[in-house]
């Protein structure tokens, strides 16, 4: 698009998804795959879009497990613990910090991998939460095979202060030289979901790397299909 060649970014689409057990991110959607289930409808089967996606090449991913009523864990005691989840986002954008620490606790005692995400309704919200890929991501098919690999880790940087370090989930520091507050703000180009040099994916834009797999920044740069709650 023309906004990406602009920005020297990656921007993908997904879409997000209402089931039983809350929201759900799916990436690598077809054609076909829109017509395994209803996009529109509030009340798929988290294990029936699993094995959709599953099925159609694609990954579902339940996102801001941690909050009450859209989140996954927020369902799991009444509802028992649903098969075939394999990756679940544990840092939002948009959550407050006790809703990822539950998201973070339920991912541990399943062995979940996780995913960060900004989920930015806001300008200042771009570049909150990311993922870090080992790979480049350029298409829709690398950050498929990477998210299935297992080759990422969510990376957190709402604990910033108004400038300097932020720490990712491994405890690395990542420095960001702008506003923190105006989304992260690295080497200047804050408002576009800019991260760190090197921090790609999800949301975050950075030197020539990815700057937005869904499930990330804002509408159809992160979260496509829906921006929501």
């Given at each position: 698009?023309?906004?990406?060649?602009?920005?020297?970014?990656?921007?993908?689409?997904?879409?997000?998804?209402?089931?039983?057990?809350?929201?759900?991110?799916?990436?690598?959607?077809?054609?076909?795959?829109?017509?395994?289930?209803d996009f529109a409808s509030i009340n798929n089967v988290l294990e029936?879009?699993?094995?959709?996606?599953?099925?159609?090449?694609?990954?579902?991913?339940?996102?801001?497990?941690?909050?009450?009523?859209?989140g996954m864990f927020a369902h799991t005691e009444a509802l028992g613990?649903?098969?075939?989840?394999?990756?679940?986002?544990?840092?939002?954008?948009?959550?407050?910090?006790?809703?990822?620490?539950?998201?973070?606790?339920?991912?541990?005692?399943?062995?979940?991998?996780?995913?960060?995400?900004?989920?930015?309704?806001?300008?200042?919200?771009?570049?909150?939460?990311?993922?870090?890929?080992?790979d480049d991501i350029a298409t829709m098919d690398d950050l498929v095979?990477?998210?299935?690999?297992?080759?990422?880790?969510?990376?957190?940087?709402?604990?910033?202060?108004?400038?300097?370090?932020?720490?990712?989930?491994?405890?690395?520091?990542?420095?960001?030289?702008?506003?923190?507050?105006?989304?992260?703000?690295?080497?200047?180009?804050?408002?576009?979901?800019?991260?760190?040099?090197?921090?790609?994916?999800?949301?975050?834009?950075?030197?020539?790397?990815?700057?937005?797999?869904?499930?990330?920044?804002?509408?159809?740069?992160?979260?496509?299909?829906?921006?929501?709650?």
């Open positions: 698009s023309a906004l990406a060649k602009a920005n020297d970014l990656v921007i993908l689409k997904a879409s997000e998804v209402e089931t039983e057990y809350g929201h759900v991110l799916v990436y690598g959607v077809t054609e076909a795959l829109t017509q395994a289930f029936d879009v699993i094995q959709a996606a599953n099925d159609h090449g694609a990954i579902a991913v339940p996102c801001h497990p941690g909050r009450p009523k859209v613990m649903p098969q075939g989840v394999q990756i679940v986002e544990v840092y939002n954008g948009g959550s407050r910090d006790d809703e990822d620490q539950i998201a973070l606790d339920g991912a541990a005692a399943q062995g979940y991998l996780g995913i960060g995400g900004s989920d930015s309704h806001i300008v200042s919200h771009v570049g909150r939460c990311a993922t870090q890929f080992q095979a990477a998210l299935k690999a297992g080759n990422f880790e969510a990376i957190t940087l709402k604990t910033c202060g108004d400038q300097g370090k932020a720490t990712g989930a491994d405890g690395i520091g990542v420095e960001a030289t702008g506003t923190v507050g105006i989304g992260v703000g690295a080497t200047g180009t804050v408002g576009i979901g800019v991260g760190a040099a090197g921090v790609a994916g999800l949301g975050v834009g950075a030197t020539g790397t990815v700057g937005a797999a869904a499930g990330a920044g804002s509408d159809w740069s992160g979260r496509t299909h829906r921006e929501g709650n």
